[in-house]
Protein backbone atom coordinates (compact mmCIF):
# COMPACT_ATOMS: atom_id res chain seq x y z
CA UNK A 1 0.00 0.00 0.00
CA UNK A 2 0.85 3.32 -0.64
CA UNK A 3 0.08 7.11 0.36
CA UNK A 4 -1.42 9.04 -2.37
CA UNK A 5 -0.80 12.69 -1.66
CA UNK A 6 -2.44 15.52 -4.11
CA UNK A 7 -3.23 18.90 -3.94
CA UNK A 8 -0.17 20.84 -4.33
CA UNK A 9 0.63 23.44 -6.80
CA UNK A 10 1.67 27.07 -7.30
CA UNK A 11 -0.17 29.62 -5.45
CA UNK A 12 0.05 33.33 -4.77
CA UNK A 13 1.30 34.20 -1.41
CA UNK A 14 -2.46 35.15 0.43
CA UNK A 15 -3.90 32.37 -1.49
CA UNK A 16 -4.62 28.56 -0.55
CA UNK A 17 -4.92 25.05 -1.26
CA UNK A 18 -6.06 22.00 0.37
CA UNK A 19 -4.04 18.58 0.31
CA UNK A 20 -5.40 15.35 0.24
CA UNK A 21 -3.75 11.82 1.58
CA UNK A 22 -5.61 8.48 1.01
CA UNK A 23 -3.92 5.02 0.50
CA UNK A 24 -3.47 3.17 -2.37
CA UNK A 25 -5.58 0.00 -1.58
CA UNK A 26 -8.71 -0.85 0.36
CA UNK A 27 -8.24 -2.40 3.71
CA UNK A 28 -6.04 -0.12 4.95
CA UNK A 29 -7.89 2.15 7.32
CA UNK A 30 -5.85 5.71 8.71
CA UNK A 31 -6.12 5.67 12.39
CA UNK A 32 -3.67 8.82 12.39
CA UNK A 33 -2.54 11.45 9.45
CA UNK A 34 -0.12 14.32 9.58
CA UNK A 35 1.81 16.35 7.08
CA UNK A 36 5.97 17.47 6.96
CA UNK A 37 7.56 19.33 4.72
CA UNK A 38 10.77 19.83 3.50
CA UNK A 39 12.05 23.00 1.52
CA UNK A 40 15.54 22.96 -0.28
CA UNK A 41 18.28 23.00 2.29
CA UNK A 42 16.52 22.65 5.42
CA UNK A 43 15.81 19.42 7.18
CA UNK A 44 11.98 17.79 7.16
CA UNK A 45 9.66 19.66 9.98
CA UNK A 46 6.37 18.38 10.96
CA UNK A 47 3.22 20.64 10.19
CA UNK A 48 0.36 19.52 11.07
CA UNK A 49 -0.72 16.08 12.94
CA UNK A 50 -4.10 13.83 13.31
CA UNK A 51 -3.00 12.21 16.15
CA UNK A 52 -4.99 8.74 17.40
CA UNK A 53 -6.34 10.01 20.41
CA UNK A 54 -7.60 13.50 17.96
CA UNK A 55 -5.11 15.93 19.71
CA UNK A 56 -4.05 18.12 16.97
CA UNK A 57 -0.67 19.66 16.81
CA UNK A 58 0.65 22.36 14.30
CA UNK A 59 3.85 24.03 13.13
CA UNK A 60 4.01 27.87 15.55
CA UNK A 61 4.23 28.98 12.18
CA UNK A 62 1.43 27.50 10.84
CA UNK A 63 -0.99 27.98 13.68
CA UNK A 64 -4.08 29.66 12.60
CA UNK A 65 -3.78 29.33 8.82
CA UNK A 66 -3.25 25.65 8.46
CA UNK A 67 -6.02 23.24 9.56
CA UNK A 68 -5.78 19.12 9.80
CA UNK A 69 -8.83 17.32 9.07
CA UNK A 70 -9.57 14.06 8.53
CA UNK A 71 -12.60 12.29 6.58
CA UNK A 72 -13.31 8.42 8.00
CA UNK A 73 -16.18 7.93 5.11
CA UNK A 74 -13.75 8.76 2.82
CA UNK A 75 -10.80 7.61 4.78
CA UNK A 76 -8.86 10.50 3.63
CA UNK A 77 -6.62 13.29 5.23
CA UNK A 78 -6.46 16.90 5.00
CA UNK A 79 -4.58 19.82 5.39
CA UNK A 80 -6.16 23.66 4.46
CA UNK A 81 -3.64 26.09 4.21
CA UNK A 82 -4.98 29.77 3.89
CA UNK A 83 -2.79 32.68 3.91
CA UNK A 84 -0.01 31.03 2.62
CA UNK A 85 3.49 32.68 2.56
CA UNK A 86 6.58 32.34 0.42
CA UNK A 87 8.23 30.30 3.56
CA UNK A 88 5.21 27.85 3.34
CA UNK A 89 7.14 27.08 -0.22
CA UNK A 90 8.38 22.82 0.13
CA UNK A 91 7.52 19.71 -0.39
CA UNK A 92 4.68 18.33 1.30
CA UNK A 93 4.71 14.98 2.69
CA UNK A 94 1.65 13.04 4.11
CA UNK A 95 2.46 10.63 6.67
CA UNK A 96 -0.53 8.11 8.33
CA UNK A 97 -0.38 4.99 10.77
CA UNK A 98 -2.77 3.14 9.35
CA UNK A 99 -4.83 -0.34 10.70
CA UNK A 100 -4.39 -3.24 8.42
CA UNK A 101 -7.52 -5.58 8.39
CA UNK A 102 -8.28 -4.57 11.92
CA UNK A 103 -4.78 -5.98 13.16
CA UNK A 104 -1.74 -4.50 12.95
CA UNK A 105 -1.00 -0.50 12.46
CA UNK A 106 1.81 0.95 11.06
CA UNK A 107 3.04 4.23 9.43
CA UNK A 108 3.34 4.82 6.09
CA UNK A 109 4.89 7.88 4.21
CA UNK A 110 3.82 9.43 0.91
CA UNK A 111 5.46 10.77 -2.36
CA UNK A 112 5.56 13.89 -1.21
CA UNK A 113 3.68 16.51 -3.07
CA UNK A 114 5.40 20.31 -4.26
CA UNK A 115 3.57 23.72 -2.97
CA UNK A 116 5.25 26.48 -4.29
CA UNK A 117 4.10 30.29 -3.14
CA UNK A 118 5.32 32.63 -5.34
CA UNK A 119 4.16 36.03 -6.94
Known amino acids: VQLQASGGGLVQPGGSLTLSCTPSRSGFVIAAVGWARQAPGKQRELVAA???????DYHDSVKGRFTISRDDAKNTGYLQMNSLKLGDTAIYYCFADLVENQLTIKQYWGQGTQVTVSS
Open 50 to 56: FRRDGSL
